[in-house]
């Protein structure tokens, strides 16, 4: 990495040029990055919604929820389904795995439901529906007019508003709610239908067919070709009552002679009110490139101008909005870190004492912070709460590169070195340990991709925004920093001998007070290296027993001005009743100090006949001061809700801002209703019991009544009726049936028929009148079926042969015999017109009119009604006319008032019910520990279990996968260590000191009393990071001094007296930058970056001391041994050749000494032999 710095420094103008270029377009990015609450993320939860209408929980379950809950279990990717069952609707949600397309899940779901269409019942309705973060409402408005005409200003909001705002740049769609639907209601008079010789079914089916329009083909007309259209449009109540039918005698008879017909709002199923005054509701959505700030301001913008349009004192007032507290959040966090950036320059300037080196270190940060913006906008993610708080976070740290890189430089400079030799020496030297350092804390954030669920989804931007921004600093220090300190810094003026200025330079750092101080600690630290690990693990044992006592949570409170009120009614009461109830919650929330707007609404989809309101609930968004304490008004509203009586169970809970659930949630299965009830009634009271807990509640509601009726086989066998054709006379009696739509004014408005006067009360309806299939004469079926009016061919269903079958008066196929009704009543021999009344089920029921509104059986209109082809082969059927016999429906039937569960719920296939508390506290460990030890006590039935779901579920899944998270992260550094080093021993080193450096932050968060919760972690993950990058800077330091030949002692000494200055520069400018967040100065985003901050500060504190006193320890323990056993094995090498030297010493004395022996021998050999050689010359 040095060649990059030289490579920077040879192409200077080049890296001014790119420089400048990176602020420009960074500053563009800046103002084109989309702000959000939280990044865009995809829910991958599927629900499919199905109305049934009328129909008990019971039967919903039965005959919609389970064949869908089979047909959707093959599709790939589920992970879990759950299902509730209610009156007149069904619901199943299907939580597929992260990661699943959900456009391609939500086709095979469709797919699915399409296979079992044939099977469920004829008017239900299946809609599959999925979302992101992007389809919540970007701004939410309640409107009102002071006519109170809802209907007018649903017209003007249609076709003026809704325009208007859908023209502004970035809205998707704009939704009015609440508005009534206006319909043609055909009110049908049986006294006047039996006067005029026309059945229901005959008025049903002229309906079904008028009005539509469909082509013949065709026609040539000269040079031309044009098409030929058959029918003609409804287009007004008037043109439906004026519709003619042939009665029994042949006669035209309109609509309107037999029925009332008139244009009007369906009856209300629900009610929307704004501070207690009826309103309706306007939601805009974005689209996923919008802005959502950009949208909103425009969309508030606009509402002046459409008010006045609207005229009648027309008034907008905002539910929700988010862009106020996203730009809220944003201005806080941009505020934190512009305060954290400013300490640590200060910081900076007060270590380094020079401003010239200081700017250099400050052009770097923004310079770093830019390129991050660009990078976003590469990546397509938004400026929002948490790649705001990375960024924010990574401020600190970004700065260490440059503070080491440019302080090296000094030190380089102040050695007397040529400039260009000075830096290219100072970058080199640092150069492969600041890569290292980077590199080891943005591989902690790699782990980050393995986690799952919504904790991944939400912190992976966050992970990539710090990824970005740290190898931006990278980048920075070794290409832009040694460019400006080339043309900034200034070496010291000196005309003395470079060695002697060196020498001079390093005796005044020694000098220094820093170094004087922590020269002593260190080498008393390295000569006692038990003492100093003993203390160690005190600490961190102390610290370990202190965090037993540590509170937890799972994201902690957005603190967003919002609430959510809810409110269960009785069952079954009426909408008016429910209306009155929920006044008073109104009243009480618009009485607390600090609530701005109210928005209420009540019911559902309801049920006519006996008063239902339909969904048994009401929902408050509460709307409060942005500026007041949200606690204090969360706690004043579930006061004063809790002393309203007659209200039903009302809870208070906060926004979370994720769309998470902050309720503990106890999951009760079991094999039966039965067992559930008591299973669940077990587990209420317990909890009930839970200390720190509130709003106990369970999805089990009291018992729901209906009306129960049983009919008597026999007796309606006797009168040639069925159970089904009960069923079918008081269908079309009670349920409005849609058969038609007209066009008015370019809407499409339903036609319902229904019967006036409906009975009210179970005493009306037991005196309701049914007609009884008269007898009659005509051909037999060619199933050989005898009776009067049988139908043709085809007709004979399993069970058709019985008693009764042949005798007068049966009525249509499959019909005959004691209770023979249903599946087979379908045949192919249809006789007569009119069959298919309103609200008739199962086709092939013979005779013209058969199932008219309280009309069973066949020639029920004299005879000749609506005769004609019965589908027997071409034979026709002569009607015998008999004036109709009517009996009261109790003459057959039993009918009583019963009760049964308002819903029925299942999980995975089985039947569930959850159990919901909330806790009081911050410490959510405390309460899951007290539900599973109230659990373990209960005796449940057989077959019944329980299990923790809710916000305990989600965090116990959020602190596994982070754990595992975190053990990836430190295999990682161990991996890019040992590139580093070439060793597989001395990264040990620094994995052993990393459960010290948690001991800050845990202590950290004790003394905060801030509970750990995911954003703790996060920041615990990132001080893997963080602690082995000043650690890496300094024994990559020691170990080049080893390698120029200094001994473990002095290569520690040295080192860590070269990099005391750098490592504590960065570690107090990184504690200084997020002391703004971590004391949530400006509140924005705290619930994200407060904890965040409080550990990593913490965790530095206990780093920096760890790095600069522990590590050189280990460092010893390790590479001393490693040291003294090289001396002790020279030693013994010196000593063996010592040895050696002495042997062949010894043995070159003795040769010597021989040597000389033997030539002392030889001269007194020679001295003894002279005197004869003298006197033998003598003799010669």
Known sequence: MGRLANLSLRNRALIALVTVFVMIFGGITATQLKQELIPSISVPTAVISTTYSGAAPQVVAQRVTTPIEQAVGGVSGIDSVTSTSSTGSSQVTVNMQYGTDMTAAQQDLEAAISRIKSTLPDDVDSQVSTGSVDDFPVVQLSVTNDSGNTARLADQLTNTAVPDLQKIDGVRAVTVSGAPVRQIEVDLDLNKLDDEGVTTSQVSQTLQSAGLVNSAGSVDSGDRTMSVNVGQRLESAADVAGLKILNSDGDSVAIGDVATVKEKNAPATSISRTNGHQSLSLSITKTPEGNTVDVSEAVTKALPGLADKLGDGAKFSTVFDQAPFITQSIDDLLTEGGLGLAMAIVVILIFLLSGTATLVTAISIPVSVLITLIGLRVTDYSLNILTLGALTIAVGRIVDDSIVVI????????????????????????????????VT??????????????????FRPFGLTVTI?????????????????????RPPKTIVDPDQVKEAAEAKERRNLLQRGYVPIIRSATKHPLVTILIALLVMGGTGTLA?????????????NTLTVSQQFTPVLSLDTKGAQAAKVEKAIKGIDGVQTVQTTIGGGGFAGFGGGGSDSASFTVTTNADDDQDRIQRDVSAAVDDLVDVGDVTVSSNSGFGTSSDVEVIVTAPDSAKLDEATSDVLARMKKVPGTTNVSSSIAAAQPIVQIDVDPIKAAKKGLSASQVNDTLKGVLAPATVGTIETTGDDEDIVLKVADAPVGIQELRDLKITVPTSATGQSGSAGQAGAGQAGAGQAGAGQAGAGQAGAGQAGAGQAGAGQAGAGQAGAGQAGAGQAGAGQAGAGQAGAGQAGAGQAGTDQSGAGAGAGTTGQSGSTATQQETKPEKIKLSSIAEVRQTKVAPTISRRDGQQSATVSLTPTGDNLTAVNADVTEALDGLDLPSGAETELGGVSSDQADAFSQLGLALLVAIAIVYVVMVATFRSLIQPLILLVSIPFAAVGAL???????TPLGVPSLIGLLMLVGIVV???????????????????????????SRRRLRPILMTAIATIFALIPMSLGVTGGGVFISQPLAIVVIGGLLSSTVLTLILVPVLYKLVEGRRERKALAREAERHAREAEIAAQRAEEKRVAEAAEAARQAEIEAEQRAARPGLLRRLRRR
């Open 1003 to 1009: 202590l950290a968060l004790v003394i905060t009393d």
């Open 1029 to 1055: 990058t000043n650690a890496i800077v300094l024994i990559d330091l020691v170990n080049h001094y080893r390698a120029q030949g200094e001994s473990v002692d002095d290569a520690l000494i040295d080192g």
């Open 441 to 458: 804390t943005v591989a902690v954030f790699l782990p980050i991709t393995l986690v799952g669920g919504q904790v991944g989804e939400l």
């Open 469 to 489: 921004a740290l190898m931006a600093s990278l980048l920075v220090a070794l290409t832009i920093v040694p460019v400006l300190a080339y043309w900034i810094l």
């Open 548 to 560: 037993t006592n540590l509170k937890t949570d799972f994201l902690g409170s957005s603190g967003q």
């Open 407 to 438: 302080e090296n430089i000094r030190r380089h400079l102040s050695y007397g070195e040529p400039k260009l030799k000075a830096i290219t020496t100072a970058v080199r030297e640092v150069a492969t340990a600041i890569t290292a350092a980077t």
